[in-house]
Each structure stands twice: as structure tokens, then as C-alpha cells.
């Protein structure tokens, strides 16, 4: 399986921006598709998740009301659009996802596919 994420990118304080992921390879069902963010220095950071329905989404308190994970019934894609951005949202956001685990799950080490990372700068 592989992942590949793109958007991101440099926004002001309180602008928006959106995420995609799209998993492709050998799979036969859909999963849970999730995005996780790391600043230098620290650990990577659940950011929010969706499960392979689409009908469980979980969310980070620290972005709960900002954003919004989404993705297309019956394909293993995610979408997060990031509203109301503030700077301690910057950091390279990562999609994650595993093909035996149909809901998401806020630890790093559950998940086996990583896409490539992508960079979120938002300027104070």
C-alpha cells in the first residue's frame, strides 16, 4: 500500500488550507484513512481519523471545530480541511493507514503506511 498525500502549504493566521491522501496498491476493502502532524523535536501527534465507513471520525481536542476529515464512500482517500489555522498548527502533516484496521486509533505505532509528508506553515 501506498500513500500520497498532497496540498499544504503558507497561510496566515486564521486562513485555510486542505489536505489529500489517496492509498493506492493491493488492497480489497476500504480502511481507516487519519492525519498526523510532527514538529521537530517531538513526537508525531494524532490529528484526526476516519474510519473505513466513513461513519466514525475522530478528532484532536487542539483542532475540534477547525477541521474537518472527509473522504469518498467506497474509496480509501482522505481529505482534511483545516480552517481557522493558527501557528501552533504548523508542522509536516502525515496520512497514516493500515489495511486491518478499519477505525482509527490515535497511536502512531498502529500504523504500518505513512505517506510522504507534507508541510504546513501558518504565519503569525
Known amino acids: 500500500v501506498q500513500l500520497q498525500a498532497s496540498g499544504g502549504g503558507l497561510v496566515q493566521t486564521g486562513g485555510s488550507l486542505g489536505l489529500s491522501c489517496v492509498a493506492s496498491?493491493?488492497?480489497?476493502?476500504?480502511?481507516?484513512m487519519n492525519w498526523f502532524r510532527q514538529v521537530p523535536g517531538k513526537e508525531r501527534e494524532f490529528v484526526a481519523g476516519?474510519?473505513?465507513?466513513?461513519?466514525?471520525?475522530d478528532y484532536a481536542d487542539s483542532v475540534k471545530g477547525r477541521f474537518t476529515i472527509s473522504r469518498e464512500n467506497g474509496q480509501n482517500t482522505a481529505s482534511l480541511q483545516m480552517n481557522s489555522l493558527q501557528p501552533d498548527d504548523t508542522a509536516v502533516y502525515f496520512c497514516?493507514?493500515?489495511?486491518?484496521?478499519?477505525?482509527?486509533?490515535?497511536?502512531?505505532?498502529?500504523?504500518?503506511?505513512w505517506g510522504q509528508g507534507t508541510q504546513v506553515t501558518v504565519s503569525s
Open positions: 476516519i474510519s473505513w465507513s466513513g461513519l466514525s471520525i
Open positions: 497514516a493507514a493500515s489495511p486491518d484496521r478499519l477505525y482509527s486509533t490515535t497511536r502512531a505505532d498502529d500504523y504500518d503506511y
Open positions: 496498491g493491493p488492497t480489497r476493502s476500504t480502511f481507516a
